[in-house]
């Protein structure tokens, strides 16, 4: 089992940034990848972008493609997520995932195993 735990929400204006963390603890030793995932006000979960544990083969969504990033520091553990040019659309709740199977180049939310309590990120126009 692997605990996963977010920081770095907050509120910003139209075009700002924000920079979230996640740090995982627990049987790490099983993950193969991780991603974030993001849930909107009445809308299912969507993933928003994911990675092979050690920073390969990175994938993102259409939507945030081009202003978001995603990094892994495996000495601490930590999966952070870059947002810049944020827009009110990005408004959600942000959760941090990680898988133990097959998962690469995925954005599905079943093929992840763990998930963090999530962080919220609102941005106003």
């Known amino acids: 089992l692997v605990q996963l735990l977010e920081s770095g929400g907050g509120s910003v204006q139209t075009g700002g940034s924000l920079s979230l963390s996640c740090v995982a603890s627990g049987d790490t030793a099983s993950t193969t990848c991780m991603a974030w995932f993001r849930q909107r006000g009445g809308q299912e979960r969507e993933g928003v972008g994911s990675m092979l544990i050690g920073g390969l083969y990175p994938i993102y969504h259409a939507s945030v493609k081009g202003r978001f990033s995603i990094s892994h520091d495996a000495g601490k553990n930590t999966l952070y997520l870059q947002m810049n040019s944020l827009k009110p659309e990005d408004t959600a709740m942000y959760y941090c995932?990680?898988?133990?199977?097959?998962?690469?180049?995925?954005?599905?939310?079943?093929?992840?195993?763990?998930w963090g309590q999530g962080t919220q990120v609102t941005i106003s126009s």
């Open positions: 995932a990680a898988a133990n199977g097959r998962c690469l180049e995925s954005i599905r939310s079943y093929d992840f195993d763990n």
